[in-house]
């Protein structure tokens, strides 16, 4: 029987207007906008429907002519995390960042393969046919741990949107994000081949796991070629966009991973193209409506029933891997030398998981039909639980952290009740007929400062040498920067145009310090002051970006940055129709 489109256009009529409602009663709950849209989706989905008896709104037919839709959202996802992996970026954090990223997933992968490996083997005592007992656990212990290393990198891209999240610890999650993804599918496909399919050549997995790569690689250096002979930002859209269609085309007539080739994309065109961030900018332009449709479609295909079903391997699970990502987290930043906010809060934004561990599951299904859909059903059931509880700990971890301003947790209600809507509505159009009409907003100038600052900033030590300095410099998109002893407390502002004429002979700049370079800055504004008060400031300063925000009673204690950037942006937000 041949599909109707009047049910697809109705799916994603019903997909579309279902978000609208999810995401704005998830701001009116203070929750990210990605659970709305995920609990939206789970109430329409034939899950929801086969447990409550209700008709669904959303048919599996539907959701299986809406998975392109899906995939490309997903690729484009992992365009984004692959543009994190900057060379100027990775030069910065040097092996620090692989440190980091090594022990938080062994911790991770460790935490559940032995507590799921030793569950079954001492308490559950599921035997696969063929094997026995110790083989059967090490079989669950080893996949489950590969497949926790997973993270979701949709919810976390969508929750640090959503939030405007900006600074170290938010460049760091992204990062790391990537990195377990492309860790999780390369240590997934070796103990499948290593496991199940001893017999099959070693030439086999090296084409599964490094031809995603290179299709990948070349086609982000062919866009970034053509790139170059583009000037419209409609032209990058449609560049980036065809890039990414080519990209998963070839991905699926080949049978390789799709989610590796966007990634390696992503890698390569941010390093090689001159012009990828505008085509980032311009990306988001357009970008929002499918990753809208993505989480609704993802909580439409979650298995409500499969819960109750994952029992105390499922348990175990979902704790071992909450406990390897948070401590996992703290540990890993030791070992990198990051600081107390990258390990303290990263491991709560790595909690997400979804689109990664459910292919993998069911890869494994093919490959291992008895135990493949036991652990199926596991990844699941957990899936349901770290989709629905991951965003919020991604909000959480940055809050936290000090780089969500508190505006963008302030403006989630709609600005005018549907009565007051109502009445903007016909007072518009009774001015569009000719009749005078108007209405007033609050003064966006009376908004403080402390309300659109950065808490988490980027600092430099006092004793941090000239060649270090250039060093960090050269990697930071700032032009100012901070400058605080050993006990945190300001000293002065570097300014890079100040010294980025000054020369020193090699022997004098072992000898300079940032303690040399820092000047006391006059032009600072305190947390309690308004906006409007602020501006004056930045129209003395004009050639000044970023302004440190001082405690008026502790003039040496730096509470955060406010850019003006973010103050234009605050204007426009509440601008006075």
């Known amino acids: 029987m ?49 447990l409550t008896g209700l008709p669904e709104l959303v048919s599996s037919t539907v959701l299986e002519e809406m998975q392109i839709l899906t995939d490309v959202a997903l690729m484009l996802i992992l365009v984004n995390i692959g543009g994190q992996f900057q060379a100027e970026t990775l030069r910065r954090w040097g092996r620090r960042i692989i440190f980091f990223s090594l022990a938080e997933i062994a911790l991770t992968f460790f935490s559940v393969a032995l507590l799921c490996g030793l569950l079954n083997q001492y308490v559950v005592g599921v035997v696969m046919p063929g094997q026995q007992l110790w083989q059967t656990s090490l079989f669950f212990g080893v996949f489950l741990g590969t497949i926790a290393i997973a993270t979701a990198p949709a919810a976390t891209l969508m929750v640090i949107r959503e939030y405007e999240a900006d600074g170290p610890t938010t460049n760091t999650v992204l990062s790391l994000v990537g990195l377990n993804n492309l860790f999780s599918i390369f240590a997934f496909g070796i103990a499948a081949h290593f496991l199940l399919k001893p017999a099959e050549g070693v030439g086999q997995l090296l084409f599964s796991l490094f031809i995603p790569l290179l299709i990948g690689g070349a086609l982000g250096f062919l866009i970034s070629i053509w790139a170059e002979r583009l000037e419209q930002s409609s032209e990058f859209k449609i560049l980036i966009l065809s890039g990414v269609a080519v990209s998963a085309a070839i991905s699926f007539k080949l049978g390789i991973d799709p989610l590796l080739t966007g990634l390696a994309l992503g890698i390569v065109l941010s390093n090689s193209s001159p012009r990828w961030h505008r085509m980032q900018t311009a990306l988001r332009e357009v970008d929002y409506p499918l990753y809208v449709v993505f989480f609704v479609i993802a909580g439409a295909n979650l298995h409500i029933e499969s819960l109750p079903h994952i029992g105390l391997l499922g348990v175990a699970y979902v704790l071992a891997r909450t406990f390897g990502k948070l401590f996992g987290a703290v540990t890993g930043a030791r070992f990198g030398g990051f600081g107390r906010n990258q390990g303290g809060y990263v491991g709560m934004a790595l909690l997400s998981q979804a689109g ?91 908004m403080l400062v402390k309300h659109i600052m950065r808490r988490n900033v980027e600092t430099v030590r006092n004793n941090t040498r000239y060649n270090e300095l250039l060093r960090l410099i050269a990697h930071s998109r700032y032009d100012r920067f901070p400058v605080v002893d050993d006990a945190g407390h300001y000293i002065g502002m570097i300014d890079y145009t100040d010294i980025s004429t000054l020369l020193f002979e090699p022997s004098l700049a072992q000898l300079v310090v940032a303690s040399d370079l820092a000047a006391p800055t006059s032009h600072t504004v305190q947390p309690e002051e308004t906006l409007r008060e602020a501006m004056e400031t930045m129209q003395m300063n004009r ?20 850019s003006k950037n973010d103050v234009f942006a605050a204007f426009r937000r509440l601008e006075i129709e």
């Not at 009663?25 to 906008?33: G, I, Q, T, V, Y």
């Not at 970006?545 to 509470?559: A, K, R, T």
């Open 2 to 50: 041949p599909f109707d489109p009047l049910l697809l256009l109705s799916g994603i009529s019903v997909v579309l207007i279902g978000s609208l409602l999810g995401g704005r009663l998830a701001a009116l709950c203070r929750l990210p906008r990605v659970t709305g849209y995920l609990l939206v989706g789970l109430l329409m989905g034939p899950s929801f429907a086969r």
């Open 356 to 446: 990664v561990a459910i292919g993998l599951a069911s890869y494994l299904i093919g490959l291992w039909p008895e135990g493949g859909g036991l652990l199926q059903t596991i990844i699941l059931g957990a899936v349901i639980v770290f989709e629905l509880v991951g965003p919020l700990a991604v909000r959480h971890g940055l809050v936290l952290a000090g780089e969500v301003p508190i505006i963008s947790l302030l403006q989630k209600r709609a600005p005018l009740g549907t009565m007051e809507g109502l009445h903007h509505v016909i007072a518009h159009f009774r001015g569009a007929l000719g009749l005078p009409a108007g209405h007033r907003l609050d003064d966006p100038g009376d």
């Open 543 to 562: 050639n000044i970006s970023f302004f440190p925000v001082i405690d008026p009673e502790h003039p040496q204690e730096l509470l955060g940055i406010l």
